[in-house]
């Protein structure tokens, strides 16, 4: 599988990596957190070339993480404002500089640190669960099928072929619904062909 078609993959990780996993990307989106929202900031903070900046400003739209806001008419100059979908990358990004302090931090310590001001302390992630408040920790945690990867495995049994185990799931049910997907399609066309 060809990076491009990593979205393609039945895994809401490689979906969203799709979106931000270009290494500009989640620094734009840092930037915008921060304020800034003209293309001409984001290029002079970030020392991107304007090419690659313009390529990744116009992802970002087109995923919807990023929209853009006219505020100049002659010429016209855009601004790019996050979107709901772009603010739900802010639990993303404060886990990210989280780990990136505990794992990476030199001797100066943390660059950033995060002040909670309902209660004006300094903070940090701590990922909960939803129903008891407890705190996630990776062995405690397990997963379950959705629908999609129900159905593929499903099919497997079915059909007599192996259960792809957990790590290869991913790209065994997205190839099998990609050949799925035009198969439909290859019928479609011929049912067409016989009813002109």
């Known amino acids: 599988m060809k990076w491009d078609d990593v979205d393609q ?7 969203a990596l799709a979106i931000v996993g ?10 915008a957190f921060k304020g800034t929202r ?11 070339s304007r090419h690659r900046l313009a390529e990744r400003l116009k992802a970002l739209v087109e995923a919807g993480v990023f929209t853009k806001v006219p505020y100049r008419e002659r010429p ?4 790019y404002r996050l979107t709901r979908k772009g603010l739900g990358l802010y639990p993303v990004l404060v886990s990210l500089s989280h780990w990136g302090d505990q794992w990476l931090a030199d001797d100066a ?6 002040w909670h001001s309902r209660c004006g302390k300094p903070t940090e992630p701590v990922l909960t669960c ?3 408040g407890d705190p996630l920790r990776p062995e405690e945690v397990s997963t379950r099928h959705g629908q999609v990867l129900a159905d593929y495995i499903d099919h497997c049994l079915k059909t007599g ?3 792809p ?8 049910a997205a190839e099998f619904n990609r050949g799925y997907t035009q198969s439909d399609k290859g019928l479609a066309a011929t049912e067409k062909e016989f009813s002109t």
């Open 161 to 163: 072929i192996g259960v």
């Open 130 to 132: 939803r129903e008891c």
């Open 9 to 15: 993959q039945v895994c809401s990780v490689a979906r």
């Open 109 to 114: 310590g943390q660059p950033l640190i995060y």
């Open 76 to 79: 016209v100059r855009y601004e």
């Open 38 to 48: 003209r293309f001409d900031d984001f290029q002079r903070n970030l020392g991107v």
């Open 165 to 172: 185990d957990d790590a290869a799931l991913p790209l065994a």
């Open 22 to 31: 270009e290494r500009w990307t989640l620094l734009l989106v840092r930037d």
